[in-house]
Each structure stands twice: as C-alpha cells, then as structure tokens.
C-alpha cells in the first residue's frame, strides 16, 4: 500500500507563486516517475510536469519558464514550483508517480494518485 499525500495549494493573486509537494509513504521499492496533473473544472485532466528517478524532466507547453518539477529521492518527495501564476493555472492539481511496490498482483510496477490539492490564481 502506498499513499500520496499533497500540500501547498491555495489562493494566490496572478503573477504570485506556490510551491506544492507530494511525499511518498508505505512499501516502496523504487519511484520510476513522479509528476503533477491538474484539472480544471468542466475539463479533462492534463499533465503539467513529470520527473524520472534519473532527473530527466517534462513540461506542458503552457507551464514551461514559469514551474518547476524537482525531486528530492531520499525523501520520496516531488515538489512542484509555480512562478508567474495566471488565472488560466487554477485548477486541482494531482500528484502521480509509479511506484516499484508489492501489489495486489505481486512486486511489480503501480500507478498511484494523491488527492488533490486546490490552486486558484485571482486576476
């Protein structure tokens, strides 16, 4: 069993900035990937940033130059830097990351999403 637990969000004039973090908790072997997802309401769920284990990172066109996805291994811990927020960025925003776990099927490789956390940028 692993758990996702998110904080950081909250409510920020445009042009503010947060930073969100995701810790990691339970049997893990190994995180693979760890990222950030967000979802407006009314829209579909898209993904904002991901980071391997290795430290190669991807980045949403519309997120590129304003965050930053980092990673600290030691503490299974992703964080999530957003400079230069706009009203356009709110939205909840999901931790995921693929876990190296004993599973329901077995040790093997497992997809797991944190709870969410609520970002809303005012103009």
């Known amino acids: 069993q692993v758990q996702l637990v998110e904080s950081g969000g909250g409510l920020v004039q445009a042009g503010g900035s947060l930073r969100l973090s995701c810790a990691a908790a339970?049997?893990?072997?190994?995180?693979?990937?760890m990222g950030w997802y967000r979802q407006a309401p009314g829209k579909e769920r898209d993904l904002v940033a991901t980071a391997t284990s290795g430290g190669r990172t991807n980045y949403a066109d519309s997120v590129k130059g304003r965050f930053t996805i980092s990673r600290d291994n030691a503490k299974n811990t992703v964080y999530l830097q957003m400079n230069s927020l706009k009203p356009e960025d709110t939205a909840v925003y999901y931790c995921?990351?693929?876990?190296?776990?004993?599973?329901?099927?077995?040790?093997?490789?497992?997809?797991?999403w944190g709870q969410g956390t609520q970002v809303t940028v005012s103009s």
């Open positions: 339970g049997t893990i072997f190994w995180l693979t990937d």
């Open positions: 995921h990351a693929v876990v190296k776990t004993l599973g329901r099927y077995g040790p093997g490789d497992y997809d797991y």
